[in-house]
């Protein structure tokens, strides 16, 4: 039996979301290799990787011989130009989210990485979150009958607005394009594609360049979705609420994984992914069970593209998965400012793709 060498990734970009999440989850994975990182700090990856290179420059690290995957971490703007950098080098490719500015980009990519015969994913860790494992499991049980309200909100409380290039009025910055990503694609994942999308997008706080409050609705034909997003939620708002036919179902608090990311407590550890708030089930009588949650696991998302990249399974997020979270993302905000519910720009073939491949 031959042995898969090591496959040998690039970071680009080393601030938050490079740092916190993808560094430490690529290091935990037995088969991956993080060899290089782009950044202008290089001290700073130095201090926590001592053994990466660093280059100065993205195109660099993207070049290089050694590199066999390509995780792109870096401002949202860049990440259409840098992936397509990328699969034109014949590297392999992760994007954080959003996976583009807009459908156009996405295609475009989803395009490129078939040509190529390259992977493309996109880092959507949030499907191995407790809260959502736990949510899910209750729904795919019956417990609740069918669904016919289901709310997920994604808060923090953020009042004050902070200099970081998330928070200026750039090209995908704004609360939606960081948080949409995430609750879309979970409700995508347990329920497909929506029938309609009713959004209302704004900015609440004082001084706030870009929204940081929204609220959208997914329409289905028998039960709607409730995606909420805000700065400005300092508590009292369940992680998730699902109403069915034959009950409810609460999970009041948030996964705990990005908490212990960056307290540093390591992917794998012992209590890595354990999640102490139980779910809340109420039956047709209202009589209050309550089940524990199961443990999360975000490195799941990095084993199942190393497999995939060995070809021993699948791609965890493909393109066509990513185009149809750009396109509720691009009708949510063309709801909101023109006041009118809007359907998918999806063509027949992308919604055919969408759940093939789901």
Known sequence: MSIQKDINVALIGYGFVGKTFHAPLINSVAGLNLFAVSSGHEEKVKNDLPDAIVFDSPEKAIQDSEVDLVVIASPNATHAPLAKLALNAGKHVVVDKPFTLDLDEARELAALAS????????????????????????????????????????????????????????????????????????????????ETISGDITTLRCGAKINDWAHVTL??????????????????????????????????YADQQESQLIAGILPGSEAWGEDSDDLTVFDSHSKATTIKTPKGDQRQFYMRVRDAIQGVNVNPVPPAQAIAVMAVLESAVRSSQLGTVQKLELTKAEKESFYLLS
């Open 115 to 194: 040509e190529k015969k390259l992977l493309l994913s996109v880092f959507q860790n949030r499907r191995w979150d407790t809260d959502y494992l736990g949510i899910t499991e209750v729904i795919n049980s019956g417990a609740i009958g069918q669904v016919k309200h289901f709310e997920s909100h994604m808060d923090r409380f953020r009042p004050e607005v902070r200099d970081r290039w998330r928070e200026h009025d750039l090209p995908g910055s704004g609360l939606w394009f960081d948080i949409g990503p995430h609750i879309i694609d979970q409700a995508l994942q347990l329920f497909g594609l929506p």
């Open 219 to 252: 329409t289905y034909p028998e039960h709607k979705v409730i995606l909420h997003a805000t700065m400005l939620a300092a508590g009292g708002v369940a992680r998730f609420t699902v109403h069915g036919d034959k009950g409810s179902v609460v999970k009041q």
